[in-house]
T-cell receptor, first 114, second 112 residues
Framework: EPEVTQTPSHQVTQMGQEVILRCVPI?????FYWYRQILGQKVEFLVS????????KSEIFDDQFSVERPDGSNFTLKIRSTKLEDSAMYFC????????????FGPGTRLTVT | AQTVTQSQPEMSVQEAETVTLSCTYD???????LFWYKQPPSRQMILVIR??????QNATENRFSVNFQKAAKSFSLKISDSQLGDTAMYFC?????????FGTGTSLTVIP
């Protein structure tokens, strides 16, 4: 069964550094998403991406964040200058091609900012 | 505004018994999906069951079933014959099509 994959599974970085989290969505999907879960809290929506542009973003997704689909398979989340409060689990999801109700989640990347 | 409420932060159940986790949501959308996700200590999000709002019939997946009450905006999860491996956080989620909205979760412990 096709699945969403994410790399790395765990990333440790120092405050102020840039990080790029990578996702490979399911191959025929057209809608892509990033979510964040701070330890002990609920999963929160960050951004959705369709047709090579952001279709929706939350208040959390400020100028420190950016997303990109650099080729036909990868979908990346970049955090320009990490802060301690960016430490969280980051989930990528994808859906489509016919509708975006059923989002398939990747296993997540645990980001630790020290 | 779209909200999802899970009013039970923690629950426990004896192995082999049945437990029901509650979830309510608020939306003005008429078509949407509802989901229950299981999150073990690995923190991976594992889909347990999904329900399409336009379907009257409650979804069932082996030992897991839902009680979907659309008018009441209620979507509870019933776990039958609880197993030790069911111990995890359970998140209720609602998707009107653009993004998922998650509840705060219920921590379920299955007691041997």
């Amino acid at each position: 069964e096709p699945e969403v994959t994410q790399t790395p599974s765990h990333q440790v970085t120092q405050m102020g550094q840039e990080v790029i989290l990578r996702c490979v969505p399911i191959s025929n999907h057209l809608y892509f998403y990033w979510y964040r879960q701070i330890l002990g809290q609920k999963v929160e929506f960050l951004v959705s991406f369709y047709n090579n542009e952001i279709s929706e973003k939350s208040e959390i997704f400020d100028d420190q964040f950016s997303v990109e689909r650099p080729d036909g398979s990868n979908f990346t989340l970049k955090i320009r200058s990490t802060k301690l409060e960016d430490s969280a689990m980051y989930f990528c999801a994808s859906s489509g091609p016919n509708h975006n109700y059923e989002q398939y989640f990747g296993p997540g990347t645990r980001l630790t900012v020290t | 505004a779209q909200t999802v409420t899970q009013s039970q932060p923690e629950m426990s159940v004896q192995e082999a018994e049945t437990v029901t986790l509650s979830c309510t949501y608020d939306t003005s959308e008429s078509n949407y999906y509802l989901f229950w996700y299981k999150q073990p200590p690995s923190r991976q999000m594992i889909l347990v069951i999904r329900q399409e709002a336009y379907k009257q019939q409650n979804a069932t997946e082996n030992r897991f079933s839902v009680n979907f009450q659309k008018a009441a905006k209620s979507f509870s999860l019933k776990i039958s014959d609880s197993q030790l491996g069911d111990t995890a956080m359970y998140f209720c989620a609602f998707c009107p099509g653009n993004q998922f909205y998650f509840g705060t979760g219920t921590s379920l412990t299955v007691i041997p």
